[in-house]
Every structure is written in C-alpha cells, then in structure tokens.
C-alpha cells in the first residue's frame, strides 16, 4: 500500500520547493559535477581570493600545531550562543574600533546568515499570541530571495517598490520610496540588505539613519543584512559607515569573506533579542559549528579581518565589477534595449532589458539549456505588495566572482537570447 504523508501548514510551506532552493541547487550541481563546463553566473559563491584562502590555509596548520586547537574546531559542543571567546572578540571589536556600546549580552552566533534570518524574522512576525499577523516591512524591492519563504506560514512581508533613477545611458539606481513607507500596527520590523542583494544597490548613511529614525519612532527594530557589508565583508565600493542602535539588528556572515562552508553568521541585536535567537538555537540546532568561529578568533581579535576586508576583498571584488561591466558595454552594445543597476556592491550585476518578449525565467530555462546558470528576477519580487510591473519580468541577476573569461563568455550567451528575445519572434 503506497503511503500518503499529510503535512503540516509548516511542512507544506517549507517543503514545497521555493526559489533559494533552485538557486541552491544549481549552484551545487554546477560546482560538484559540470565543473568548469558551466557558466556559473547564478549563485553567491565567493571568488576563491589567493590571499585570503593562503590565511585559512595558515589557520589550519596554527590549529593543527596548538595544543586542543583541532579540538576546540572539532570535537567539542559550544555553547547554544556560541564560543565565549569567539563572541567576547565581536563586542570588543565593534566598541574598540566603532565606539558601539556593546557586549556579549548583544551578541548570537548562528549556522549562517540563513538561519538567523529564520530566527529573527518569525520571533518578531507571524500569528502572534493574541490572534493578530504582524509582518515585515521592506522598504525596497527587489531585496534578497532567500528571505522570500522564511515565514512559518506565508505572508510575512510587506514591499514597497523603489523610486528608479536613471543615472546614464545604459545605468539606473535604486531609491527608497519614504513617500510611499507607512509603519502601520502589523508592521513588527524594518529589514534591508547592505548592500542589496540582489541589485548591489548600497544606502546612503542618510538613507539608513531615515530608516531607523522610522523604526524608533514606533518602537520597532531596524533590521540590517550585513551579509556582503561593513564592516566585514567589506565589498562596498561607495562610502558606508558601520552601523548601529540600540533598537537595531544587525547580522554578518563568514561566506562572503570567504568561508561559506563554515556556516557561521553573527547577530548583533538588544540582548532580548540574541537571548531569545539563542534559546531558539539551542532547540532547533543544541550548538552552533565551531570551526568557523575558531578559524577566525584571532583575526577577530587582532583586527586582522578588517585589513583584510579593506586591503584585500573590496579591491578584489571591485576590479572584478570592472571588468565585467567592460564586458556587457562590449557584448549587449547599442542595438539592446538594456540597462545595469549601479555596482555599488556585492558579488552581482542586476541587468533590466526593458521590452523584454519573455519572463527572466523563461531566459533563465533558455540559457540553463546553453550552460549559463543565472537567477531570474521574478523570484526577488516578494511581499503582499501587489506589484505588478513589467519590469519584475524583465530583470536577471548575473554574478561576477567567477573568473574574467568565463562572466565575458557568460554576458555573451545572455546577450544573444536577450537580442532574440526582445522582438515577439522569440515567444
């Protein structure tokens, strides 16, 4: 007799596929099994950086040779908040450097920025005890696909489009909308990505210092994704201070520095918050992997990870954005209706191809099929927003950490189903 599963509203809802799982998977594949056969354009992969992959390296013999140091990676359960030391590090850290009055108590560690992101966004939006839905504001859309299914039962965000300022021929910007953001009763937290994920758009420190001043006034949290950010990571190539208040969350991550496998993310939030992440993680997870916190311990207390990030990563990361907006000016031309976000961050080029015959997905399913994996930009549309603009159909998400030769050769297959594709003849 064939077994029939019935689910959960939450197994339904977290089992039934979603867009950062396609991601996921493409990225996996594409790394484990067609190797250098792929345009790996579509995922947050890292570049494997040689300076900085020669510290791990480093690290790993300093471990090795230490007494208890493999131990400590390895072999022995942390705390449900994470490794004292590790987290005593981060506090003085940031109030070393940034004067943020700070301790451990503000302080969470977590597997990855995912997982917080899971943490925080349903201890603080979902059914609440009363009966009422509170939900999560974001101030501007498009904004990170993994956020998009965090809620437990759906219907967790509220999205306000961006103002869309063109900047140059073929380039336009992003702009919080502060006419159009309204902080109603059901609205729990403001959450942003800094740099936004998925056009590389960074806000101002005005920008940021609005939203928060917004987020006091009504005494909720301002929520800021510091995954690819300040002040580590570090792949920023416009002016962006570190920020903090005392209302604020704050998250980081160790993927993008360069250590994606380790899963660690950082929550600096007010100390009910990270109390509550922790007690959550203790639940869903007992500990949280130690071998990222202890590969960077020493960084993090020297300070090291800042230089690196400044020194190495953005100017890494910078140079790659270079060269790859040389190449779509070459291979999309003059006779393309296209247009690119301003590359103020992160690992991406959001490209808008107004007039576009085809939803990104279809080019999505078209250029997987010519070995070029990207994102396509429905899936960075989300929230009980109502858009329905032609342009959530016309944008792709392309990812520039990968080698020069193989985002030129990549740009160049999107550019010729981009070409067919924006006559009716490609339907």
Request: one cysteine or more; hydrophobic letters at 40%; glycine letters at 10%.
């Amino acid at each position: 007799m064939a077994m029939s599963y019935d689910f959960s509203a939450f197994g339904m809802h977290l089992g039934r596929g979603s867009g950062i799982e396609r991601l996921m998977e493409d990225l996996g594949n594409a790394l484990a099994r067609a190797g250098s056969r792929v345009r790996m354009l579509g995922g947050g992969q890292p570049a494997r950086i040689p300076e900085i992959e020669a510290v791990w390296r480093r690290r790993i013999r300093e471990l090795t040779e230490e007494e208890g140091g493999l131990e400590r990676a390895l072999t022995t359960y942390d705390p449900p908040r994470g490794n004292p030391r590790f987290i005593e590090a981060i506090a003085r850290l940031f109030r070393d450097t940034f004067g943020w009055d700070i301790g451990p108590e503000h302080i969470a560690i977590t597997p990855g920025g995912q997982t917080a992101f899971f943490l925080i966004f349903n201890a603080l939006a979902g059914r609440m005890p009363d009966g009422r839905r509170r939900k999560i504001l974001l101030p501007l859309v498009p904004e990170y696909i993994g956020y998009a299914d965090q809620g437990t039962d759906g219907g967790l965000f509220h999205a306000v489009p961006p103002l869309i300022e063109h900047t140059g021929p073929h380039e336009f910007k992003y702009r919080v909308d502060f006419d159009r953001l309204e902080i109603t009763p059901d609205i729990a937290a403001i959450c942003v990505s800094r740099p936004t994920n998925p056009s590389g758009n960074v806000l101002t420190d005005a920008e940021v210092d609005r939203l928060s001043a917004l987020a006091a006034q009504h005494g909720i949290p301002l929520i800021l994704d510091n995954a690819y950010g300040a002040p580590f990571p570090g792949i920023l190539f416009e002016p962006a201070t570190p920020f903090w208040a005392p209302h604020a969350i704050l998250t980081y991550s160790l993927s993008k520095i360069g250590l994606p496998g380790t899963r660690t993310g950082i929550v600096i939030a007010p100390p009910a918050i990270a109390k509550a992440i922790t007690s959550m993680s203790a639940i869903v997870g007992l500990a949280n992997p130690s071998t990222g916190q202890q590969l960077l311990l020493p960084l993090i207390e020297s300070g090291e990870i800042l230089s690196l990030s400044r020194d190495v990563v953005r100017p890494f990361y910078q140079e790659r954005s270079r060269l790859a907006l040389e190449a779509a000016a070459e291979v999309f031309g003059e006779d393309i209706d296209w247009r690119v976000h301003r590359s103020e961050g992160a690992l991406f080029l959001w490209f808008w191809f107004p007039g576009l015959s085809i939803p990104t997905e279809e080019l999505y399913r078209r250029l997987k099929q010519r070995g070029v994996l990207v994102v396509p930009g429905e899936f960075f549309f989300f929230g009980d927003d109502g858009i329905d603009d032609p342009h959530r159909r016309e944008c792709l998400r392309v990812s520039y950490a990968m080698d020069r030769d193989v985002v030129r050769d990549g740009l160049r297959l999107i550019a010729d189903e981009v070409r067919a594709c924006q006559v009716p003849a490609c339907v």
